[in-house]
């Protein structure tokens, strides 16, 4: 099949459809509450190993869009294998591997934190990472060289992404679901807008001393045996 024919095709079926009512059109979504507090817990699975997840709330597609483009680029100074917060916790041993992400959203886009660590590093893999967030609100977390480096490697990906009709399709449908057709074909000049302070103002108003949700996920037989070591850093998460 050509393209000229699925062009067609979707004329001859499609042409007639008219829009219907809105059925959401005078309802309102209810505001998200913000978070009052840290709040930290554990899960129990049959886990090998021990996950740490950190989630905050993020900016909004609808009221705040310049910070969604920041957003991206954190999760990319955070990712990139030569990153320093990779450096410092997944190249000395302390953690399996480490990852960070946004996901844009029209009222609160969850920013995630994740992480792995063996049992036997989990005290001193803790206390890092609590470090590591710490570090992220200092001015020389990343240079201009991490910055400019972070934006390419954003803007590769997604063009490298929509080499993929799939992905293509997933992408535009993701977006103009939450932020409109315009912010997906201006997404690029917008990402290239963006500079160091934009960053920074990023991290200041949705990551740095900002409340979050810790989730600590092993099996019942660590949770028995590191029992203090995970009491120890949970305690220590709810009272940063």
């Known amino acids: 099949m050509q393209a000229a024919d699925v062009f067609e095709s979707a004329e001859k079926h499609l042409k007639r459809w008219r829009r219907s009512e809105d059925p959401f059109g005078d309802f309102e979504d209810p505001p998200v ?4 507090r840290d709040t930290a817990f554990v899960v129990q ?4 190993n021990v996950t740490l997840m950190i989630r905050w709330h993020g900016p909004s597609v609808s009221e705040d869009p310049n910070a ?4 991206d680029l954190v999760s990319e100074l955070v990712n990139q294998p030569t990153s320093g917060a990779q450096r410092r916790l997944v190249d000395t041993g302390l953690f399996t591997d480490v990852s960070m992400w946004y996901i844009t959203s029209n009222h609160v886009g969850p920013i995630e934190l994740t992480a792995r660590t063996t049992p036997e590093v989990l005290g001193r893999a803790c206390a890092a990472l609590q470090r590591e967030l710490l570090l992220l609100g200092r001015e020389d977390y990343f240079t201009e060289v991490d910055f400019e480096a972070a934006q390419k490697r954003v803007r590769v990906e997604a ?6 009709t799939g992905a293509l399709a997933h992408s535009i449908a993701t977006t103009w679901s939450v932020g409109g057709l315009d912010y997906f074909l201006e997404y690029f000049d917008r990402l290239s807008e963006q500079t160091v302070d934009d960053v920074r103002s990023y991290l200041t108003k ?7 949700v810790i989730g600590l996920l092993t099996s019942s037989r660590v949770r028995r045996a590191q029992g203090s070591t995970i009491r120890t850093c ?3 998460w709810r009272a940063s």
């Open 68 to 71: 969604t483009y920041a957003a």
């Open 234 to 236: 949970l305690a220590n």
């Open 159 to 164: 063009a490298l992404d929509w080499q993929s």
């Open 45 to 48: 699975a049959d886990a090998a």
């Open 33 to 36: 509450p913000p978070l009052a």
């Open 206 to 212: 949705y990551i740095t001393a900002r409340p979050k």
